[in-house]
């Protein structure tokens, strides 16, 4: 168990609608990531937030949107779903910032939400 | 910029027989490297971590990687392979500053009875 949590495990959904994936954070962990995982493409980064502040964007479409809350744990809101948004979607978090630290440059990852858009 | 290559998609081994996992980086700086497993419906795992200490790095599950800078290679390695051992493999680069690592496209490992 990496301590890293996520909510809901499964979500199937239709084209043009809007879910919001949840994730917390190990205890003490500042950073948090968001990945998504498709046969496609892969693993792709989106996303990280550091201790409330957004601090690195990869490949995150306008039609996602993420922010952490005060209390740590993070939400990854996506909306006009496609059929190709259907992915595992991957949380991870970190002490400090991912390479900032030779220390701290583990991520522990969620188990990850599917999603399918039909 | 940095960028990480995994040179097999897939590789199968018998159960008992060595293990390789190719991975080559491209990266401006000193870069640290990390290989993480990910078994069938989990999250990835760290498996060894590169930080610049030394160049032979040993991890979890008997899993070991080096770190060659003159091949830009870090290749995984495990002498023996277990049925457990079947998973997928990312080798993944980072390099001090704000960025979060990069991945590589993964390598399935299929291990056979």
């Known amino acids: 168990d990496s301590g890293v949590t996520q909510t809901p495990k499964h979500l199937i959904t239709a084209t043009g609608q809007r879910v919001t994936l949840r994730c917390s954070p190990r205890?003490?962990?500042?950073?948090v990531y968001w990945y998504q995982q498709s046969l496609d493409q892969g693993l792709q980064f989106l996303i990280q937030?550091?201790?409330?502040?957004?601090?690195a964007k990869g490949n995150i479409l306008e039609r996602f949107s993420a922010q952490q809350f005060p209390d740590l744990h993070s939400e990854l809101n996506l909306s006009s779903l496609e059929l190709g948004d259907s992915a595992l979607y991957f949380c991870?978090?970190?002490?400090?910032?991912?390479?900032?630290?030779?220390?701290?440059?583990?991520?522990?990852f969620g188990e990850g939400s599917r999603l399918t858009v039909l | 910029a940095q960028s990480v290559t995994q040179l097999d998609s897939h590789v199968s081994v018998s159960e008992g027989t060595p293990v390789l996992l190719r991975c080559n980086y491209s990266s401006s700086y000193s870069p640290s490297l990390f290989w993480y497993v990910q078994h069938p419906n989990k999250g990835l795992q760290l498996l060894l971590k590169y930080t610049s200490a030394a160049t032979l790095v040993k991890g979890i599950n008997g899993f070991e990687a080096e770190f060659k800078k003159s091949e830009t290679s870090f290749h995984l390695t495990k002498p023996s392979a277990h049925m457990s051992d079947a998973a997928e493999y990312f080798c993944v680069v980072s390099y001090t500053g704000r960025r979060a690592l990069t991945f590589g496209s993964g390598t399935r490992l299929q291990v056979q009875p």
């Open positions: 991870a978090s970190s002490v400090g910032l991912a390479g900032g630290d030779a220390n701290t440059g583990e991520l522990f």
């Open positions: 205890s003490g962990d500042l950073s």
């Open positions: 937030y550091y201790n409330g502040e957004e601090r």
